[in-house]
């Protein structure tokens, strides 16, 4: 290990957090941990199809299998999903950068327009994507609101997976895994 190390604490934090140098300086702590790329979906209480680009994706249990994602209280979308029975969370692929930044961008209106989406006999209460490496149909079990986002939990009813490398966001940016053959 090589370079200093600058500590930064949270202790001095009030109720809503660090203050902004503070919560620059975690944002960029957090910015260190490398993530996959989601993109997940929904259908509205009126029908209209709702997507926005996540890294906040884990598996929760194999048995039941959960899945969890977080998205910000102050979200537009947050009671799309909140109200929704079903979302699917899209594993991207590492030449899908493009819709995950059309998936990002609050200016796009209808996030769905020219987008392939998958028909293959899946739940049709949410949108799937085609081209994803990865995908899950969950049924949506809580949804817990912590400090200012809200952790959704759903329950894995439907998956698939396709070969490919993923697309992942590091430091503030998108950028593909280098992957190397392993033989045993």
């Known amino acids: 290990m090589s370079g200093a190390v600058a500590m930064s604490t949270c202790a001095s934090a009030g109720a809503a957090g660090p203050d902004e140098d503070g919560a620059r300086a975690l ?19 009126d029908g209209r199809a709702v997507g926005l680009t996540v890294n906040s994706f884990a598996s929760l249990s194999l048995a039941p299998p959960l899945l969890l994602w977080s998205l910000a209280n102050r979200s537009p979308n947050l009671r799309a999903f909140r109200g929704a029975t079903h979302f699917a969370i899209h594993v991207l692929a590492a030449g899908q950068e493009a819709l995950a930044r059309r ?9 769905f327009d020219g987008v392939a989406l998958r028909r293959d006999g899946a739940v049709e209460a949410v949108p799937l994507i085609e081209g994803a490496i990865a995908g899950f149909v969950c049924a949506s079990r809580d949804a817990i609101e912590a ?14 997976s396709d070969d490919g490398a993923p697309l992942v966001f590091h430091g503030g940016g998108f950028g593909r895994i280098a992957t190397e053959a392993h033989h045993g």
């Open 103 to 111: 998936f990002a961008d609050p200016r796009v209106a209808d996030k």
């Open 27 to 45: 944002r960029r702590a957090l910015g260190r941990y490398p993530t996959g790329v989601t993109i997940v979906t929904t259908r509205s209480a």
């Open 147 to 160: 400090g200012d986002h809200t952790l959704f939990i759903g329950r894995v009813e439907q998956h698939w």
